[in-house]
């Protein structure tokens, strides 16, 4: 092997091992500081089924405020985004559904609280669309329904479409089943959800698992989201015993 | 009968074996229980499960096995899960034969509103616009009149879920069918006459010289 060759196989080892390596796992603590007031933030689950239930109680407990948060639902009062609603962190929330937050709908109707109602579907389209660097998406859903308001209708073969856009976030919060250190992830049954799209769509993503495992435990076929779209794992909870 | 269990009996017997069927909240969710005997359909969960069944047991629960309404079920053997774009790619994309909802009002047009009552009720569309947008079929099963005023109109007053015309709308004293045409009544519920339909309806009803009675039994299972 020449000098130069030695030094690139070299280089590579270097780089391999510095990747197998990193340990994305930081505080809980740390974790939710990054978080500015008035970010916006997409959080994954469905009714706080896969959602990361300790990054709420966190983002509560260190009172961040004026948020937008983008996901499917707002929970119920005791539970999930919830939580966030009661403690009037959120400024507007860009959902499918709020039928189960009380709360949700008193802020909304006395102005506390902007709420933009999306279809499911398309509120899901959106943040893959801005995942996926498209520049939109155009669905057949919501055409001459209220959802439609100030949107552009496009006709494609005759056939009319709503051209509804992107939607990003400064942070993705998500919840998974398993991460390895380096931010591999897979999910568990219905709390898969809007985890794995919105793992796409944000500036920063921060991944809390119910556990974390060694990098290889996970095989490459059960990984969901890719390792490289994720920033940051929380720290497992310190527990006694085995 | 309940009058429940006759529209969950009659839209039961609308799905045929093989059939990839998502089933609304409340009303619609009780369908599962009376489906014809040899019929075998896989349920649709659109928070992200294809074979979704009732909880096995008790303490068979599992945190992260809901449903829709964040209600704990069990799933079949050969389920699979599914996050929300291609839970939604198969409701949007045509792969859904059949959806099952609930309804506030139907109109002549076969228009669905469904998902909110301006000033009183506003819980969100959820799934609701994709699934009478994309389904292949759309069944709404649904009390005939509410506190006594007909929901079934020449125009819903309420906003609307979808532009696309409803297939067949099943209620306690009816089977309607939404055609290019206008509303056909197709069958009347054990006991009821056309004429008690036709009064209990707003909408202009197409009605043939003959109207069959739902086949539905007293007995557990529908058909049977």
Known sequence: MTGRRIRVVAAIIRVMKGASMKNKAISLTRAVEMIPDGATLMIGGFLGVGLPHRLIDELVRQGRNNLTVIANDTARPELGIGKLIVAKLVRKAIVSHIGTNPETQRQMINGDLVVELAPQGTLAERIRAAGYGLGGVLTPTGLGTTVAEGKRTVEIDGRSFLLELPLKADFALLAARRADYNGNLDYTLTARNFNPIMAMAAGTVIAEAKEIVPVGVIPPDDVITPYVLVDYLIEKERTNGR | ?224
């Not at chain 2, 068979?60 to 964040?70: H, K, P, Q, S, Y």
């Not at chain 2, 569309?125 to 994309?134: E, K, R």
């Not at chain 2, 005939?144 to 007909?150: D, Q």
Request: glycine residues 12%; aromatic residues 4%; negative net charge.
């Open chain 2, 1 to 224: 009968m309940d009058a429940k269990i006759l529209i969950a009996k009659r839209v039961a017997l609308e799905l045929q074996s093989g059939n990839l069927v998502n089933l609304g909240i409340g009303l619609p969710t009780l369908v599962a229980n009376y489906l014809p005997p040899g019929v075998e359909v896989y349920f649709q969960s659109e928070n992200g499960l294809i074979g979704m069944r009732s909880l096995p047991g008790e303490g068979m629960a599992d945190e992260f096995l809901t449903d829709a309404g964040g209600g704990y079920i069990g799933a079949i053997p050969g389920a699979c899960s599914l996050d929300s774009c291609l839970s939604f790619g198969l409701i949007r994309g045509g792969h859904l034969d059949v959806t099952v909802l609930g309804g506030l009002q139907v109109d002549e047009e076969g228009h669905l509103a469904n998902w909110m009552v301006p000033g009183k009720m506003v819980p969100g569309m959820g799934g609701a616009m994709d699934l009478v947008t994309g389904a292949k079929r759309v069944i709404v099963a649904m009390t005939h009149t509410a506190k006594g005023e007909p929901k079934i109109l020449k125009r819903c007053t309420l906003p609307l879920t979808s532009l696309r015309r409803i297939s067949v709308v099943v209620t306690d004293l009816a089977v309607i069918e939404a055609t290019p045409e206008g509303l056909a009544l197709r069958e009347v519920a054990p006991g009821v006459t056309k004429e008690q339909v036709i009064a209990a309806t707003e909408a202009r009803l197409i009605v043939p010289q003959t109207v069959p009675q739902m086949p539905v039994t007293e007995g557990v299972m529908a058909g049977a």
